[in-house]
């Protein structure tokens, strides 16, 4: 290519091109309409995807290359079908007619491809998780999308979740407890056990699949699909006694499948413990079982008395603490990214979609209320500075916040105000979504433009940072959207990666925060960012779906 062949004449039009775009970027659409700029962001990311690793699951925005996770190197969709829902949302609600009709070929694109194409019937190992939210969830959200903005052929979607679903059915059956084990053979249905951690299950793995399978029964009238997903929460609550002083409704990360019994001791609401917290609320927004909302808030009540902290900085930033051995063990101070969807899941918590403004004067607006959302507040900001004091304007994948414990060491980076410290091996960024989550449940729930104008400065961070520029020999340029190896350190390194919910989740939950119709008392997102709607309690009467077991 003579891009290659005459490298200087190559590095003067990039940098030249590089430094057009900059100027612009400060009068960009996103100053004035940061939805078009984010559609744009979008397809650019998407364009380069579909044009150089279409239909892979693994893609290296870089390299141009991807390959497929299975070992039988078939393909599992995970890029594409997280993908489609974000487009039929931002088609239903661009008003640009160019994007618009973009965004109508691609969603056409990736639907002939899911209806031809994908096959589940592969000799594969897979997670039963992540195939749940990405896959599953994916399927069935595009279906409701498809329903509900008349665009596609819903009937595709349906059909291959149902397919889906029912390769992972058997999961739930092949253990003695009914919690299933990690993974599952898509061909031959058989469930296995963790290959690390003795075996164990990750708890927040297993009880992180009720929303989807909830919704199929929903749809199809199937009720087998509810009743296996909801076993595993009777062995869990019994076996452990989880309300109980020695756990309190705060859980190990790990459970053994077979017992039902908590292995080891580690608590925390990162990775392996957050999603259960959050699947406790979005079950009871969901589907009205009163349970799940009692069992959240006991949770929370405990996460407050437990390990919620202040750091010692000057900002004095809150945040949730780790316990390494269990209850009466010390508080960690280390902080994953993956904690920030807190702020978003407590202001649910203390609301149930309504805005803060029509419930602040309501007998029912308790003092608990208030202090769930108090915490949403305080946990929220928390996660903006993990993006305002750091030098690309990017949060890095885990912090430390100042305090006894752990004490800092002289190589970790420390921020602005003394608040918190990073590490040298947690300085990546993979375009995660969770503070961009929190912050648009936070606007749409309190109307406080401070979150919006947090959210355009983080967009634009990501469109500075994590974008991927190549001239090709026409002097068009190729643009691309990639994780970050270090955001300490400006120009940043590119990594070689797109993770799916860059698309599914960090991008729509942009889209959705600039968004004037999002009636959150309406709809509930999975933890993957896809969007169900709130069941409706006269079907949920004629399908006789209720909740098959209790305390």
């Given at each position: 290519?003579?891009?290659?062949?005459?490298?200087?004449?190559?590095?003067?039009?990039?940098?030249?091109?590089?430094?057009?775009?900059?100027?612009?970027?400060?009068?960009?659409?996103?100053?004035?309409?940061?939805?078009?700029?984010?559609?744009?962001?979008?397809?650019?990311?998407?364009?380069?995807?579909?044009?150089?690793?279409?239909?892979?699951?693994?893609?290296?925005?870089?390299?141009?290359?991807?390959?497929?996770?299975?070992?039988?190197g078939d393909p599992l969709g995970w890029i594409i079908v997280d993908s489609v829902d974000t487009m039929m949302i931002m088609h239903n609600k661009t008003t640009d007619e160019a994007h618009r009709e973009q965004f109508s070929k691609e969603i056409n694109l990736a639907e002939v491809w899911i209806r031809d194409t994908l096959n589940y019937n592969i000799d594969s190992e897979v997670n039963l998780f992540e195939t749940t939210i990405r896959m599953l969830g994916g399927l069935l959200s595009a279906y409701y999308c498809s329903e509900t903005y008349l665009i596609g052929n819903s009937t595709v979607y349906l059909d291959k979740a149902i397919d889906l679903a029912d390769r992972l059915v058997p999961t739930f059956l092949q253990s003695p407890t009914g919690i299933p084990y990690s993974s599952v053979n898509l061909a031959s249905g058989e469930a296995i056990k963790n290959h690390v951690d003795n075996g164990a299950s990750s708890t927040a793995e297993f009880t992180t699949l009720q929303m989807e399978f909830k919704y199929l029964s929903y749809v199809t009238g199937n009720s087998t699909y509810w009743k296996l997903s909801e076993r595993v929460y009777e062995p869990l609550y019994k076996n452990n006694n989880l309300l109980g002083p020695h756990h309190q409704g705060l859980i190990p990360i790990f459970t053994n499948p077979d017992t039902g019994v908590f292995q080891g001791s580690v608590i925390r609401f990162g990775s392996r413990g957050d999603s259960f917290y959050e699947y406790l609320l979005k079950q009871y927004l969901l589907t009205g079982e009163k349970i799940y909302r009692n069992l959240y808030y006991k949770s929370m009540s405990s996460m407050q008395k437990h390990l919620l902290r202040q750091s010692n900085g000057k900002l004095r930033l809150m945040y949730i603490g780790e316990k390494d051995y269990g209850l009466n063990g010390p508080t960690s101070s280390k902080f994953d990214h993956l904690v920030c969807f807190m702020g978003g899941l407590l202001a649910m918590g203390a609301t149930g979609g309504t805005p803060y403004s029509e419930l602040a004067s309501d007998s029912e607006w308790t003092a608990n209320h208030k202090s769930e959302w108090k915490v949403a507040e305080g946990l929220t900001r928390t996660c903006y500075e993990m993006y305002n004091q750091i030098p690309s304007g990017l949060s890095p994948e885990i912090v430390v916040f100042n305090s006894n414990y752990p004490v800092a060491e002289e190589s970790w980076w420390k921020s602005k105000s003394e608040d918190y410290f990073v590490k040298p091996l947690d300085a990546h960024n993979i375009q995660r979504p969770e503070t961009v989550e929190s912050l648009m449940f936070m606007y749409h729930l309190s109307g406080n433009e401070q979150y919006r104008n947090w959210g355009l400065k983080i967009f634009n961070s990501f469109v500075e940072n994590t974008k991927v520029i190549k001239v090709a020999d026409s002097g068009e340029e190729k643009i691309a959207y990639t994780s970050l190896r270090n955001v300490l350190k400006v120009p940043t390194r590119k990594a070689d990666n797109l993770e799916s919910f860059w698309l599914a989740e960090t991008l729509k939950y942009l889209y959705l925060l600039f968004d004037d119709d999002v009636d959150l008392s309406k709809i509930v997102f999975n933890t993957e960012a896809h969007p169900f709607p709130v069941f409706d309690q006269s079907r949920l009467n004629e399908l006789n779906l209720t909740t098959g077991w209790k305390l």
């Open positions: 290519m003579r891009w290659i062949t005459k490298p200087i004449i190559s590095v003067i039009v990039a940098i030249f091109a590089y430094q057009l775009r900059s100027r612009y970027l400060k009068d960009t659409p996103s100053l004035n309409d940061p939805k078009v700029a984010i559609e744009e962001t979008f397809l650019e990311s998407w364009i380069d995807y579909r044009s150089n690793g279409w239909g892979y699951d693994v893609y290296g925005p870089i390299s141009k290359k991807g390959k497929n996770m299975g070992r039988s």
